[in-house]
């Protein structure tokens, strides 16, 4: 297929401003890291591991009495 020649040539502006269209472009910006554990989850299970704790303190203040 034979070029076609544009019959339109490309004006530069020597005085004045020149418009351009801004195109958006993708930024990246650093990963975040999220936590594994929630600071709720957390907390739950402090309290958990607290509760379990004084369940056997009391066992064993039981087992100490009974002797």
Do not use: N
């Amino acid at each position: 297929m034979p070029e076609v020649k544009s019959i339109f040539r490309e004006v530069l502006p020597k005085t004045g401003q020149l418009a351009m269209d801004d195109v958006p472009t993708m930024v990246l910006c650093k990963p975040k890291l999220l936590p594994l554990k929630s600071v709720t989850l957390e907390k739950l299970e402090k309290m958990q591991m607290e509760a379990q704790e004084a369940v056997k303190q009391q066992e064993l203040a039981m087992k100490e009495q009974l002797q």
